[in-house]
């Protein structure tokens, strides 16, 4: 598999890049693909810009502070409508980790952490700042992994009264082992609203939750008779709405 790298100043200026250009790549980025995935000049590899822009490229000269590339091919793939959201719970150990990588190899456009409140995990003070970088580190490396063309953004640190308001303009499912419509029950969207789905932390959603956020307009689903991990759920569900969407 080609090495992916990602550059988000790629394609910023006011002459787009086209194919026979050449590009140079700095900073974390470049020092990671010479040093530690040993890129030298001659080999072949793919760019990106995390907005959409792919680049087949030929290295030129490599160096841990500079990699220059000539681009050999440009694909640009417009961002997916609709975009599909992981609400994911804080969650002990390394579980909400695990979901949000998941979920970002399998297509998801955006994460917001979630304070549930039967989360046991706790960001406060320092600790909203570091959750949210290293949320954004994991979702990094996993699409570049996958080789995404676009990185999904992780918002802040959210609450429940936040997500009620996030309910309102979109279509919001809540993942409930006890609801009585199944996820692959749920109809194609007929609009491009966002498609926004809430995994709870290990005690699940909170019947309080639960009300408020179907009060704003979401709807319970469930995604079978098991009941899945916090880690799972959402990655699981996300593979549905692939399917459900057309995107598999």
Request: glycine share 8%; hydrophobic share 50%.
């Amino acid at each position: 598999m080609a090495h992916f790298f990602l550059s988000e100043t790629l394609d910023t200026g006011p002459v787009p890049v086209s194919e026979g250009s050449t590009v140079s790549v700095t900073g974390a980025e470049a020092k990671h693909a010479v040093t530690v995935s040993r890129v030298r000049p001659g080999e072949t590899l793919l760019l990106g810009n995390g907005a959409g822009l792919v680049l087949d490229v030929t290295v030129l000269t490599a160096a841990p502070a500079e990699l220059v590339v000539r681009v050999d091919a440009v694909t640009r793939t417009p961002a997916a409508t609709p975009r599909i959201v992981l609400v994911q719970a804080l969650a002990k150990g390394d579980r909400d980790e695990l979901a949000v990588q998941a979920a970002t190899e399998l297509g998801i456009d955006g994460v917001v952490p979630w304070a549930a409140s039967r989360s046991v995990a706790r960001w406060e003070g320092p600790k909203v700042a570091k959750g949210q970088a290293r949320w954004a580190a994991i979702v990094r490396e996993a699409s570049k992994q996958s080789i995404r063309p676009w990185l999904p953004a992780v918002s802040p640190l959210t609450t429940t009264k936040q997500l009620a308001v996030l309910a309102a303009s979109t279509r919001m499912l809540l993942l409930e082992p006890t609801a009585s419509a199944r996820l692959t029950s749920i109809g194609s969207p007929a609009d491009d609203r966002d498609i926004v789905l809430v995994v709870g932390p290990e005690g699940g959603i909170a019947a309080s939750e639960l009300d408020i956020l179907e009060q704003a307009g979401a709807i319970r689903v469930r995604l079978g008779d098991t009941v899945l991990r916090t880690s799972t759920a959402g990655p699981a569900a996300v593979a549905i709405l692939n399917a459900a969407l057309g995107r598999w």
